[in-house]
């Protein structure tokens, strides 16, 4: 079916910015975006200069303006992608809403669960999408993965590890405002009062809830700080109590010595497992009880959802940008419909949206209270 690339615009990711090229890289990749315009820097300089070197036509100073003045224009941007400091992301979706533009943005969600669900509603009753871009839900075989759960090749779901190690913050490399990433990272004023937990702890909880179909009820949380003088958490654990009686545990860590980008999950069941890991997207362990580990890899798998998550042959690894980009893609089949009036089509349905940011923000929640309360069993309000 014949599709026009749909107008995206930007706020924050210039230069110096970790994701905003990642972001650019994705929305490209399916050839179903176009950039259009942005405020990619509170410096306007900065701004117009990495609005050229982007080959993004429109440059604003201020995101404010970049949202009234798109909204006004016949050939304004349909989507904009918000990929600022987390103490942003609320109001400049909040603008991009009221302006009716769809919004895709970075996680967390918001500093606050407040500021969460105020997104939610309002995307709601504008109609809008609301993307969030936990892209490991984009990988093939995390989706498969889902679907050998669905499908009850697990069984009654009985254990979930998730954890997710990085060792960038190992070190105070935030001191002295040497490192853009670091420092904006872990200062509460722009972080929020997640750190570790925000940044990553969040992924973590979305992947083992993705893919299992579950959110636990309850945790019993510990958040700490190892590098002295860092004003938020670096490292987290906690336990998860689940509505059928499903336990977990989930840690997150950004002072883990050695390690990279270490996301990895196991599900049991009672009657089958699955181990997923991050660095090696290409291939899902899947062992039955009593019997031989298979090894599944991506584009041999049979599921549609994998399927539809997968763009080059067997054996041809796929990898990040391609996750990152499925989010992108499911996003503008969303966003094509909504606009058409249409039903949201089915194959688009994994795609993370406000609703899962909402979700991450509940975790958040507990997790901070449990942890200030020395590690006491917690609620997770709402949690479905």
């Not at 993004?56 to 400091?85: F, K």
């Not at 042959?313 to 094509?336: R, S, T």
Request: glycine share 8%.
């Amino acid at each position: 079916m014949p599709y026009r690339r749909l107008r995206l615009g930007m706020v924050g990711g210039g230069q110096g910015a970790l994701i905003g090229a990642v972001h650019r890289i994705a929305a490209r990749l399916d050839d179903r975006f176009e950039l259009a315009a942005g405020a990619l820097s509170s410096d306007p300089e900065r701004a117009r200069t990495s609005a050229a070197e982007a080959g993004i036509a429109r440059s604003y100073a201020h995101w404010q303006d970049m949202a009234l003045a798109e909204a006004a224009r016949e050939d304004g941007i349909d989507a904009v992608a918000i990929v600022t400091p987390n103490h942003l992301h609320a109001p400049v979706a909040t603008a991009f809403l009221d302006a009716g533009i769809h919004v895709i943005c970075d996680k967390p969600l918001a500093i606050s669960l407040a500021e969460g669900e105020a997104l939610a509603k309002l995307a709601r009753a504008k109609n809008r999408l609301f993307a969030l871009t936990h892209t490991y839900s984009g990988y093939p075989l995390a989706r498969h993965a889902r679907d050998l759960v669905e499908r009850g090749e697990l069984g009654q779901l009985r254990v979930v590890q998730v954890e997710y190690a990085q060792d960038w913050l190992a070190e105070p490399i935030e001191a002295g405002g040497l490192n853009k990433q670091a420092g904006w990272r872990t200062d509460p004023a722009l972080a929020g009062p997640a750190g570790c937990l925000g940044d990553i702890g969040t992924h973590a909880y979305h992947l083992a809830s993705f893919v299992t179909g579950m959110m636990p009820v309850a945790l019993s949380a510990e958040l700490h700080t190892f590098v002295p003088g860092r004003r938020v958490d670096d490292h987290v654990q906690a336990m998860l109590r689940y509505a059928n009686g499903a336990r977990g545990m989930l840690w997150a860590s950004q002072v883990a010595s050695g390690a990279e980008n270490a996301l990895r999950l196991r599900v049991y069941g009672t009657k089958a497992s699955l181990a997923f890991d991050q660095e090696r997207p290409n291939e899902l362990w899947f062992t039955p009880l009593g019997a031989t580990a298979e090894r599944l890899t991506r584009a041999r798998v049979n599921s549609a959802s994998a399927a539809h998550a997968t763009r080059v042959p067997p054996g041809h690894p796929e990898g990040y940008l391609e996750a990152f980009a499925q989010l992108y893609k499911d996003a503008a089949l969303q966003i094509e419909a909504l606009n058409e009036g249409r039903a949201l089509p089915a194959e688009s349905l994994l795609l993370t949206t406000v609703e899962d940011g909402v979700a991450g923000l509940r975790f958040i929640e507990a997790a901070l209270a449990s942890s200030a309360a020395d590690g006491q069993w917690c609620e997770i309000r709402n949690a479905a």
